[in-house]
């Protein structure tokens, strides 16, 4: 029996996968713009960004996720629930990311930024080239946080019909009457998940690790 709870379950595994490979990514796109314009866009770039983080940060993600799933897939454009869903929880992880990002751009020294006027580049160029390289290694660690937290996070589509992890462990419970064993299967397939998520950018922080000198 646990072999067909497992096979059935694991059938929705692709699509939360998919859900995190489309949320993780959009809500670094957005994050890392509103990081950039929260440290370096001047004063009401700054209280947008800032406003932006606190109102998405103060929201149940499930009431945003319906929220912005109902004026995305009912007035902007039109999108299924998986589309839908899954740029929804990218717009959440947005503004948890872009605080990331903004601590590690703020973690940079600020006389690099000098250094790199000096020599001639200009602002942009200096945050292009110098500033936001460094930045984006230092994110690496708490990022990772951020990327399972998505992962988890993306079980929350299958209240809008989505037939990931968690719907089909709800679905295998209600005809099996077996809820420890169908539940307790999806918990055991999402810890591999995070554990190999983990895994693989602790590998990568390793390998980008800014050297230091004695």
Same mark, same amino acid.
């Given at each position: 029996?646990?072999?067909? *709870?497992?096979?059935?379950?694991?059938?929705?595994?692709?699509?939360t996968i998919a859900v995190t490979l489309i949320a993780l990514p959009s809500g670094l796109l957005v994050g890392l713009l509103l990081a950039l314009l929260h440290t370096y866009g001047g004063k009401v770039a700054n209280r947008f960004a800032a406003a932006y983080s606190?109102?998405?940060?103060?929201?149940?993600?499930?009431?945003?996720? *319906?929220?912005?799933? *109902?004026?995305?897939?009912?007035?902007?454009?039109?999108?299924?629930? *998986?589309?839908?869903?899954?740029?929804?929880?990218?717009?959440?992880?947005?503004?948890?990311?872009?605080?990331?990002?903004?601590?590690a751009l703020l973690s940079v020294g600020s006389g690099q930024m000098t250094a790199a006027r000096a020599v001639g580049m200009s602002r942009l160029q200096a945050i292009q080239h110098i500033l936001l390289p460094q930045?984006?290694?230092?994110?690496?660690?708490?990022?990772?946080?951020e990327a399972s937290i998505v992962l988890k996070d993306s079980s929350l589509v299958y209240a809008l019909g989505v037939p990931e992890i968690l719907r089909r462990a709800q679905q295998l419970s209600a005809t099996t009457q077996q809820p420890f064993l169908a539940y307790g299967t999806a918990a055991l397939i999402y810890f591999v998940l995070v554990f190999a998520v983990n895994r693989g950018l602790d590998y990568l922080s390793e390998r980008t690790k800014l050297p230091t000198h004695p």
């Open positions: 029996m646990l072999s067909n *709870f497992i096979s059935y379950i694991l059938q929705g595994t692709a699509t606190l109102l998405m940060r103060s929201v149940p993600p499930i009431v945003l996720l *319906f929220i912005l799933y *109902f004026i995305l897939s009912g007035n902007l454009i039109n999108l299924n629930e *998986f589309w839908a869903g899954s740029l929804s929880l990218g717009i959440v992880s947005s503004a948890y990311q872009m605080e990331i990002l903004r601590g930045a984006l290694r230092l994110a690496i660690p708490p990022w990772s946080n």
